[in-house]
């Protein structure tokens, strides 16, 4: 899960891979539109951590609810989040 939640301006989103793969964590809007593409690259097995900070984007998002989607493998995982302004 990403800390803190809710957050305002950014918020890191960490996770661990048990074996290497092609790994994507994109990020989406409550209408299913992507905001954002934080991975998209082959990882080695490990932990990681990245920082979302939609300020510091040309978007600029409003507050609510957003979505991020963690694919490693065969491995998907959508998780909710909440920014608040």
């Not at 490990?46 to 984007?57: C, H, L, N, Q, W």
């Not at 957003?66 to 493998?73: I, N, P, V």
């Not at 065969?74 to 909440?82: P, S, Y």
């Amino acid at each position: 899960q990403n800390y803190p939640n809710p957050f305002n301006p950014s918020t890191k989103i960490s996770w661990q891979s048990p074996v290497s793969s092609w790994q994507t964590l994109k990020v989406y809007d409550i209408l299913g539109n992507e905001v954002a593409a934080l991975v998209n690259e082959y990882r080695d097995a490990g932990s990681y951590e990245v920082d979302f900070s939609p300020a510091s984007s040309i978007k600029n998002l409003a507050s609510g609810i957003y979505f991020y989607k963690l694919q490693a493998g065969d491995f998907v995982e959508t998780k909710k989040m909440l920014m608040i302004k």
